[in-house]
Structure formats: C-alpha cells, structure tokens
C-alpha cells in the first residue's frame, strides 16, 4: 500500500509563473490536507479538501493560491504569480476522516522562487 | 481559539539521557493526540499517539502520557540516541470550523550528542 505521494519534490520557478503541486493520498483516504513550512518553522496549515469540496481554506491566502481534489486524480495546490516569500516545503497529508484519526505526511515539495 | 503550545523549543541532551517535551492544549473536548517526528529534508512522520480514553501509552524507549484534567501531554524519550535528533511536533485534535481540526505545537528541536 503506497504511501502518500507528492510531486514534483522539487520544483523551481522564477518569480511571476505559476507552481503546480500535486498530491496523491493513502489509498482509502478521502480527506487531504496541505501545510506549508518556512525554514527552520513549523508546519502552518492551508487548506482541507475532501473529494471535490473544500471544507476549510482558513489557512490559505486569500489570493494567488488555490486547491482542488477532483473526483478522478490528485489533489492540486495552485499558486499563480509566486513571489519569493512563497518559498517553502508543502507538505500534504492524508486520512480516512477527520475524527481522532491519523494524519499521514507526504514527502513533500520544495519549492523555490528565483 | 484553539491552541497547542509545545515546551521547550530546543533541547539538548547527552547520549543515553532522557528528553521531555510537554504539550498543553486548550480544548477540554480534544481526545486524540498524536507526536510527529521530523529529520532535516525529511517529512514529518507520526512515532506514537494516545487517545483520551487512556492515560499512558508506549513503544519501546518512548512514550507519551496525558492528563486530561490539567490539558496536558507530554513525550517521553528514554536511552536517547544520536539517530533521535529530529524536530518533535506534537498535535491535538479540536473542534473547530465545523469539523475535527488537528492542531500542531510549534515543534521542539532535539539534539543528542555523543
């Protein structure tokens, strides 16, 4: 049973592009979380999706970033126009629900802005 | 709000001694309580939980407790090794925005030194 995967690990654009970062989860996991992570900081969460509804976005920057997990296919973390401060390690994680069960850690994308 | 405050930030510790980190958290109704360790470039990777319906829990050379009445629980490293220098990021699970929201401490960065 795979874990959770993410790609591309690393992922470099220059400033003004678009990332795209991609998270596959568990399988048997419906609920998807993203976090990001700043150097030397902890793990800041975004954004909660379940199958094509996201159920908690508090997290997420109100412009620039946005996240899908379509029916078919990995979730998607979207950032347009990056900046240099969105430079970090995103972290997706996984479970089965989201009462008093596991969240499970992709390996995580860096991404860096040029 | 919700929170999770995690002590100490760093902590240091010679080879075969003992580590503590202790979390406090805000939500009486929390109930489950995992601790996730993170190595440099690495993703966070869950080592134990507990559950409210139990006291104490362990595995090995670590362990962790909880005392719901005064909102705490804590990790407990014995015979700690080189291999156990990571950053520690503890976790209660809270009732926020509508659904069940894990909540991270800020993380404890422990070192072992031979």
């Known amino acids: 049973n795979a874990g959770v995967m993410q790609n591309p690990r690393h992922l470099v654009r220059r400033r003004g592009q678009e990332a795209r970062l991609r998270c596959s989860p568990m399988?048997?996991?419906?609920?998807v979380y993203w976090y990001r992570q700043l150097p030397e900081e902890g793990l800041k969460f975004m954004v909660y999706?379940?199958?094509?509804?996201?159920?908690?976005e508090s997290g997420m920057p109100k412009e620039r970033f946005s996240a899908e997990f379509p029916k078919e296919g990995p979730s998607i973390l979207r950032i347009q126009q990056v900046v240099r401060g969105d430079s970090a390690a995103y972290f997706c994680?996984?479970?089965?629900?989201?009462?008093?069960?596991?969240?499970?850690f992709g390996p995580g994308t860096r991404l860096t802005v040029l | 709000g919700e929170n999770v405050e995690q002590h100490p930030s760093t902590l240091s510790v010679q080879e075969g001694d003992s580590a503590v980190i202790k979390c406090t958290y805000s939500?009486?109704?929390?109930?489950?309580f995992p601790w996730y360790k993170q190595e440099l470039g690495k993703r966070p990777q869950l080592i134990i939980d507990?559950?409210?319906?139990?006291g104490e829990k362990k595995d090995q050379r670590i362990a962790v407790t909880l005392n719901k009445t005064a909102k705490h629980f804590s990790l407990h490293i014995t015979e700690t090794q080189p291999e156990d220098s990571a950053v520690y990021f503890c976790?209660?699970?809270?009732?926020?925005?509508?659904?069940?929201?894990?909540?991270f401490g800020a993380g404890t960065r422990l070192a072992v030194h031979p």
């Open positions: 507990i559950r409210s319906n139990v």
């Open positions: 939500d009486s109704a929390s109930n489950y």
């Open positions: 999706l379940q199958k094509e509804n996201i159920i908690d």
């Open positions: 399988k048997g996991h419906s609920h």
């Open positions: 976790a209660a699970i809270m009732f926020s925005g509508g659904y069940n929201k894990l909540i």
């Open positions: 994680a996984s479970s089965q629900r989201t009462d008093t069960d596991t969240q499970y």
